[in-house]
Every structure is written in structure tokens, then in C-alpha cells.
């Protein structure tokens, strides 16, 4: 499974950007799919997660109420509405596939990773 994330950029405090990542090669109904973001120094930190339909999501507790995962089977594409933005949400993000029934929020547990796009939030 190859992942393709885009929709990054530099955004201003309270902006709303969504990233999307597209998947390719594989039944993209088969995994759930989660978003990660790691900032320089520090580990690969899970944000939200959603079940192989949608029917389940899961947010860290920093970005609970602002951030909203979603897919689209159809288009193979999930996505990361992200509102309210802080400059602490400054970070690379990535998208992740496992093949599971259930979300997981450890990155060693994911299949495929995305290339991950950068989310720069000025003040």
C-alpha cells in the first residue's frame, strides 16, 4: 500500500486546513488508518485514528474537539480536518495504514506510513 498525504503548508493561529492522503496498491477498506505528527527531537505522536468504515474515531486528547478524521473508501482517501489551529500544533504530519479491526495509537503497530507533510501555525 502506497500513501500520499498533502494539504500542508504554512497556515495562521485559528486557520483550518485539511490534509488528505490518498492510498494506492492495496482494499483501503481493509485498514484502519491513522494520522501521526512528530516535531524534530521528539517521537511520532498519534492524533487521530479511525476504524476500517468510519465508524469509529479517535483523537489524542490535545487535539479532541478541533481535529476530525474522516475517510471516503470510495475515493481511497482519508482526511484530517484540523480547526482552531495553535502554533503548537506545528509539526510534520503523517498518514498510516493497518490492517486490523481495530484503531491502534502506537506508530509500530502501522503497516504503511505516508510521506508526511509539514503544518507550519504562525502566531
Known amino acids: 500500500v502506497q500513501l500520499q498525504a498533502s494539504g500542508g503548508g504554512l497556515v495562521q493561529a485559528g486557520g483550518s486546513p485539511r490534509l488528505s492522503c490518498a492510498a494506492s496498491?492495496?482494499?483501503?477498506?481493509?485498514?484502519?488508518m491513522g494520522w501521526f505528527r512528530q516535531t524534530s527531537g521528539k517521537e511520532r505522536e498519534f492524533v487521530a485514528g479511525?476504524?476500517?468504515?468510519?465508524?469509529?474515531?479517535y483523537y489524542s486528547d490535545n487535539v479532541k474537539g478541533r481535529f476530525t478524521i474522516s475517510r471516503d473508501n470510495a475515493k481511497n482517501t482519508v482526511y484530517l480536518q484540523m480547526n482552531s489551529l495553535k502554533p503548537e500544533d506545528t509539526a510534520v504530519y503523517y498518514c498510516?495504514?493497518?490492517?486490523?479491526?481495530?484503531?491502534?495509537?502506537?506508530?509500530?503497530?502501522?503497516?504503511?506510513w505516508g510521506q508526511g507533510t509539514q503544518v507550519t501555525v504562525s502566531s
Open positions: 498510516a495504514a493497518e490492517n486490523t479491526i481495530s484503531v491502534h495509537t502506537t506508530p509500530s503497530l502501522y503497516d504503511y
Open positions: 496498491g492495496g482494499t483501503f477498506s481493509s485498514y484502519c
Open positions: 479511525i476504524s476500517r468504515y468510519g465508524s469509529r474515531t
